[in-house]
């Protein structure tokens, strides 16, 4: 395939990995990013990964006239919108700020694509717009609602990108909910690399093991789960990132417009990652037992049959493969990029 696909939020964890894989799938890839949580070193390093090149622009998705100036001058097939901000404690507390950048950033995008003649999208949704789930494994038909601004701000342009496929057959919309990425690409040349102290599971093990924060706080031993701790559905990022390219082969492919899980169907307890974790790095992590964090769930895992029916996509990397790449990230890249 050798169209070209604008991929915003590029130089992020997700769209950095998505990018290799659409590059050895034979893509164009325009990049663009506004650095609010990454490094322009990503786009370096994909680039040694693939032995492709990509362009890359710093704007940012609410910027409409630097959007237009851009696809004024590249003749774009498709979008690939990652850019937003994903922190849901931060989400809290800035609300605003998460609807502006998620909402009106997607508001923008679609509006200038539109212009443009583009009508093929995919969108990176999250398992968040599940909330607490009534059963697992969650089918894509389940009960929608959040609990928190990030999450609504997912909601809210779910619902917008169901309005405009309604209201515009012609548009072709694939929208992504990822349960929990995890791991690295294989090289140890990307991975993720949060600012500050991560939110996330599996990065907050990663730093704990590399020396850099003391212990692993467990948020709760009393879920109805196997051992007490939370369960959830770590994907491997570059599964994750192989979907997108099943999912654009899909747009491409049939006119019709869909939505999917992009998870394993698995669940992993809190103690079973950190038992993972273990083996891969080689030492003991630390873990002390707090309370449950405000608005957590027990049980959260995808149900992937729709995304293997339609996308002919599985998630196919082992839990093991996902905690030794993010190890390999981590040990190779303590201070990140
Ligand atoms: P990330 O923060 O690493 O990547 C997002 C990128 O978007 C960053 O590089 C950031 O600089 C950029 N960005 C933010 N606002 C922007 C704006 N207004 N204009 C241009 N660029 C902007 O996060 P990620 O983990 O790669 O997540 C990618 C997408 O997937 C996000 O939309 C996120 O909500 C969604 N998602 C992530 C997870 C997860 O756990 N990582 C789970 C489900 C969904
Ligand atoms: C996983 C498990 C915690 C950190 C969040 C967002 C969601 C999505 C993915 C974007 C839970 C436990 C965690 C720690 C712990 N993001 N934990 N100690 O909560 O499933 O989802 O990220 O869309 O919207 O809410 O992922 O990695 O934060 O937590 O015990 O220091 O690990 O309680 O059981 P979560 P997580």
Same mark, same amino acid.
């Given at each position: ?5 604008? =991929?915003? %939020?590029?130089?992020?964890? !997700? %769209?950095? /990995? ?12 325009i990049? !663009? ?17 693939t ?22 001058q590249?003749?774009?097939?498709a ?6 901000? *994903? ?6 507390? #800035?609300? $605003? ?17 539109h212009?443009q003649? =583009?009508? *093929? $999208?995919? +969108?990176?949704?999250?398992?968040t717009?599940? %909330?607490?789930? #009534? *059963?697992?494994p ?8 959040a609990?928190?601004?990030y ?13 405009l496929s ?15 990425p995890? &791991?690295?690409h294989?090289?140890g040349l990307l991975?993720?690399?949060p600012?500050g ?22 948020? &709760? ?15 491997? =990022? ?19 417009? +869909?939505? =999917? ?6 669940? !992993? ?12 790095? %080689?030492s ?13 769930i027990a ?6 049959? #729709? ?9 196919? #990397?082992?839990l093991?493969?996902?905690?030794d790449? /993010?190890?390999?990230?981590?040990? /190779?890249?303590?201070?990140g990029?």
């Amino acid at each position: 395939m050798s169209d070209t696909l604008l =991929v915003t %939020g590029a130089s992020g964890y !997700i %769209g950095s /990995h998505t990018c290799v894989c659409l590059l050895q799938a034979g893509w164009h890839v325009i990049a !663009i990013d506004n650095l609010s949580n990454s490094s322009p070193r990503t786009i370096e390093r994909i680039q040694e990964i693939t032995g492709r090149s990509v362009p890359f622009h710093t704007i940012d998705v609410r910027d409409e006239s630097a959007l237009t100036r851009l696809l004024n001058q590249e003749n774009i097939s498709a979008a690939i919108h990652f850019a937003g901000l *994903k922190s849901v404690s931060e989400s809290v507390n #800035k609300p $605003l700020t998460y609807f502006d950048n998620n909402v009106n950033g997607s508001i923008t995008l679609l509006k200038v694509l539109h212009q443009q003649g =583009v009508r *093929k $999208l995919v +969108f990176s949704s999250s398992a968040t717009v599940y %909330g607490d789930p #009534k *059963k697992v494994p969650i089918q894509e038909d389940a009960s929608l609602s959040a609990t928190n601004p990030y999450g609504r701000s997912k909601l809210f342009v779910e619902q917008i990108l169901n309005d405009l496929s309604q209201a515009d057959p012609e548009w072709r919309i694939a929208t992504l909910r990822y349960f929990n990425p995890a &791991g690295a690409h294989e090289s140890g040349l990307l991975g993720e690399d949060p600012r500050g102290i991560p939110n996330n599971l599996m990065p907050y093990i990663a730093q704990v093991a590399v020396g850099k924060l003391p212990h692993l706080s467990v948020f &709760g031993n009393d879920y109805p789960t196997t051992d007490g701790t939370g369960v959830r559905d770590y994907i491997h =990022v570059m599964d994750l990132a192989q979907g997108h390219v099943s999912a654009l082969n899909r747009l491409f492919a049939k006119p019709e417009s +869909f939505t =999917v899980n992009l998870g394993t169907g698995q669940g !992993i307890t809190v103690l079973e990652a950190v038992a993972a974790f273990e083996q891969a790095c %080689g030492s003991h992590i630390p873990i002390q037992v707090a309370p449950r964090r405000p608005g957590d769930i027990a049980t959260c895992y995808a149900s992937a049959d #729709k995304a293997r029916e339609l996308l002919n996509w599985q998630a196919n #990397k082992t839990l093991d493969q996902m905690v030794d790449d /993010h190890w390999r990230w981590q040990s /190779h890249n303590p201070n990140g990029y």
